[in-house]
C-alpha cells in the first residue's frame, strides 16, 4: 500500500458473524498469486465476472477492543477517497477479489447493520496484494497460519465513485430476485441470495445493470 495515498479498510464483515436477513457473511489477481488446493479452490474453468458486491458494516461493532465499523461515507472520507480492502478471511471472497481488474465496478453494501442493502458504487483501483493486516498481531484478521514467505490472504484498493440515489434495501432486491425466479429475470441467480456467506460476491453485468436501474424507480 503506497504511503499517504491509501488508508486501510479494516472493517470487513466477520466470516464467523450474523449478518441481514440472518444469512452468515463470508469475508475483499494479482495473476501470480498463488491459490490453495482443496474445497475452497475455485475451479480454472470458473467463469471470469466483471462486476462485484461488496460487503462492509457501516454500524459500530467492537472485536478485541476494535470497531471494525466501516460504511460508504467512511470511504468516501479517505485521502483520495480510495483504501485497501483487506480482512477477507475466506477463500472463496478472495479468489473473487483476485479475480478483480482495475476499472471494473463494485456495488458498496451495507452488511450486519439494521438495513443491510445496497448504498453506492466504488471503483476498483488497484489488482489483488498481499493483505498485510494477516501479519499483524494487533489485528483484528491476524492469521497464525499465514507466513510472508507463502501469505493466504489478498485484497484490493476500491475508490468512491458515488452514493446511489436511493438506498437499496435487501428486502426489495430479494422480493426482486423471487419474481425473477419464479418468471425470469436478471437477479434469479444473484449470488446475494445464492451465495448469501460471501462478503464478496460476482455479479452479471445484467444483474448489476438491472440494480443500478433501481435508483430511479419507486420502492417495491
Request: with cysteine; glycine share 6%.
Amino acid at each position: 500500500m503506497p504511503p499517504k495515498t491509501r488508508a486501510s479498510v479494516s472493517r470487513r464483515t466477520a466470516s464467523s458473524g450474523k449478518e441481514d436477513d440472518g444469512e452468515a457473511a463470508g469475508g475483499k489477481r494479482k495473476a501470480a498469486a498463488p491459490v490453495e488446493s482443496g474445497k475452497n479452490k475455485e475451479s480454472s474453468e470458473s467463469p471470469q465476472y466483471c462486476r462485484w458486491l461488496m460487503k462492509s458494516e457501516p454500524e459500530s461493532r467492537f472485536e478485541n477492543g476494535i470497531d471494525v465499523k466501516f460504511g460508504i461515507e467512511d470511504l468516501k472520507a479517505l485521502p483520495e477517497q480510495t483504501g485497501c480492502w483487506d480482512g477477507v478471511r475466506n477463500y472463496q471472497a478472495r479468489n473473487f477479489m483476485r479475480q478483480m481488474k482495475d476499472g471494473q465496478l463494485a456495488f458498496f453494501y451495507h452488511s450486519n447493520c439494521k438495513e443491510p442493502g445496497i448504498a453506492g458504487v466504488m471503483t476498483i483501483v488497484k489488482e489483488a496484494y498481499v493483505d498485510h493486516t494477516q501479519f499483524d498481531k494487533k489485528d483484528v484478521h491476524f492469521d497464525a497460519n499465514s507466513k510472508p514467505d507463502n501469505p493466504k490472504w489478498s485484497m484490493v484498493d476500491v475508490k468512491y465513485q458515488r452514493t446511489t440515489k436511493r438506498f437499496l434495501p435487501l428486502s426489495e432486491l430479494k422480493k426482486y430476485h423471487l419474481q425473477h425466479r419464479a418468471k425470469g429475470g436478471p437477479l434469479k441467480e444473484m449470488a446475494l441470495f445464492t451465495r448469501a456467506r460471501l462478503s464478496v460476491q460476482p455479479l452479471t453485468p445484467e444483474e448489476f445493470d438491472f440494480v443500478l436501474s433501481l435508483e430511479d424507480k419507486e420502492p417495491l
